[in-house]
């Protein structure tokens, strides 16, 4: 058994709660169906309901952001959604079909917060186990997967950094390589937890041109971003939710004060997000009123 395989034997205890399994198994032909439509979810965390009757249905082709404030349930409705937590009730079909059946179609990209950073692999490693199949199916490695590997810390300007120790990394050279995990997952269906929080510019470009490229190529991606500001130059259509869904679709549809002010208010002063769809409205040309 390599050394490897005894590392991946440890992946839940360095991936915490997000140890979902994807593969590069075959492709389920795109079909018509949400690639990810979630209805009626309820999720308590000792008895308090953090989601609450969350509805989602995810349009195809487009990038999402998932806008919420602290606390809104926007990390656990995701985990709830992938079967990482329990949840009470509710249905999650992905491409139309249940979960299970469609996890390969899959890759996820955890918060930062819930990776063990001391566990010994190197990035190369990291993004070798996103061409794995599921969590305690060991397979040997071998050398076209750790080309390809190698192809994609290339494509996200990391290749250099291979072999280092990824605790070792900086915030924004982590958020690469588990990008570079997804990309190499070669997945139909992308969920990011707040890929940009903590990564210095250079990477926040390096991400979002990624993500365009995604779209480009059809792909679909859901994305917790924190970032009111960014929100509206990133993304397509925006998720705003708060314990329940407020609102989803185009951007530019959905930022209004009322939904803002559903989700954050009382977080965010008034003036701030006033601020805010002013500067979009300035720039997409539309008179305030
Ligand atoms: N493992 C957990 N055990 C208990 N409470 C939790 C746990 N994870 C999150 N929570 C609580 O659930 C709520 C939603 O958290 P989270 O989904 O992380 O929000 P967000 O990602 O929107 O910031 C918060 O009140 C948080 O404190
Ligand atoms: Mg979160």
Redesign the pocket.
Known sequence: MSRFSDRLRNLPAFFKDCALAVSTGEKASRSTASPFAIQGMNVA??N?A?VRDLNLELQPQRLTAVI??????????IKAALGL?PKLGGRVSVFGKALDRQRHLIAYVP?RGSVDWDFPASALDVVAMGLYGRIGWIKPVRKHHLDTARHWLEEVGMAEFADRQIGQLSGGQQQRVFLARALAQNAELYIM?EPFAGVDAATERAIITTLKKLKAQGKTVLC?HHDLQTAPDYFDNAFIMRVTDIASGPIKEVFTMENLQKAYGGRLPEAELQAILSRQSGRDGIALQ
Do not use: E, I
């Open positions: 965390y000792h308090k953090v919420g404030p602290n606390g809104a349930g926007k990390s656990t409705f937590v918060q937890d917790v």
